[in-house]
C-alpha cells in the first residue's frame, strides 16, 4: 500500500529554521519525483517545490525560493523541506505528494496526511 | 504564471443533483489539469487527471472534460459522501498552480 507520511512541524519563531520530512512506503520511491504542497489556515492550495526522482532538478514557488530547499535521501527513502527564514506567512500545512511517472509535470497521484508548520512570535 | 479560476466559488446542492464545477486557465494548458476533492480537515484526494481521466477508485459519478482553457468537472447525482472542496490544478508549466477552491455544500 503506498504511503507518504509527514513530520517535523511544529510552532517556530519568525526568521526561524524547521525541516520537514515524508517518509515514503509501498513503492519504489527512488523512480519518482516528488513534490510539497501547503495551505494556509482557511485557504486553498499552494504548490511549493518539486524535486526529480534523482534530485537533480528542483523547483520552487516563487514565494519560497532562496528560503526553502527541496531534497531527498533515496536510500531511506524519505523527502525534507529544509525552511529557513521562516515568515508568517509560512503559517501552513504541508503535504507531500507522488506524481503517477518519472515526469516531473504530472498531476499528483498520492497525497500525505501533512504536517502543521506554525511562525509565531 | 498560469491563473486558474474556478466558479461557482461555492454551491448548494441536494443528494441526487447534478453538480457542475468550471475552471478557466489563463493561457492554454492543453489537458495538463487535475481535479481534487478535499473534506474537512483531511488530505486531499485525486479525483481526475490529464482533464478528463479518473483515477483508480473514484466513482464513477465523477466526470471531467474540456481543453485549452476552459475545463468542467461533473458529479453526475452527488451523494452524501461528495460534499467537499473541489480545486483544479494545471500542470502544463511551473508553478504549479490551483484553482482557488469550489465547496460544494448541503442544501
Known amino acids: 500500500q503506498v504511503q507518504l507520511a509527514e513530520s517535523g512541524g511544529g510552532v517556530v519563531q519568525p526568521g526561524r529554521s524547521l525541516r520537514l520530512s515524508c517518509a515514503a512506503s509501498?513503492?519504489?520511491?527512488?523512480?519518482?519525483?516528488m513534490h510539497w504542497v501547503r495551505q494556509a489556515p482557511g485557504k486553498g492550495l499552494e504548490w511549493v517545490a518539486v524535486i526529480s526522482y534523482d534530485g537533480s532538478n528542483k523547483y520552487y514557488a516563487d514565494s519560497v525560493k532562496g528560503r526553502f530547499t527541496i531534497s531527498r535521501d533515496n536510500s531511506k527513502n524519505t523527502l525534507y523541506l529544509q525552511m529557513n527564514s521562516l515568515r508568517a506567512e509560512d503559517t501552513a500545512m504541508y503535504f507531500c505528494a507522488k506524481v503517477p511517472g518519472i515526469g516531473l509535470l504530472d498531476a499528483f497521484h498520492i497525497w500525505g496526511q501533512g504536517t502543521m508548520v506554525t511562525v509565531s512570535s | 504564471d498560469v491563473q486558474m479560476t474556478q466558479s461557482p466559488s461555492s454551491l448548494s446542492a441536494s443528494v441526487g443533483d447534478r453538480v457542475t464545477i468550471t475552471c478557466r486557465a489563463s493561457?492554454?494548458?492543453?489537458?495538463?489539469l487535475a481535479w481534487y476533492q478535499q473534506k474537512a480537515e483531511k488530505a486531499p484526494k485525486s479525483l481526475i487527471y490529464a482533464a478528463s481521466s479518473l483515477q483508480s477508485g473514484v466513482p464513477s459519478r465523477f466526470s471531467g472534460s474540456g481543453s485549452g482553457t476552459h475545463f468542467t468537472l461533473t458529479i453526475s447525482s452527488l451523494q452524501p459522501e461528495d460534499f467537499a472542496t473541489y480545486y483544479c490544478q494545471q500542470y502544463n508549466t511551473y508553478p504549479l498552480t490551483f484553482g482557488g477552491g469550489t465547496k460544494v455544500e448541503i442544501k
Open positions: 493561457q492554454d494548458i492543453n489537458s495538463w
Open positions: 509501498g513503492f519504489t520511491f527512488s523512480s519518482y519525483g
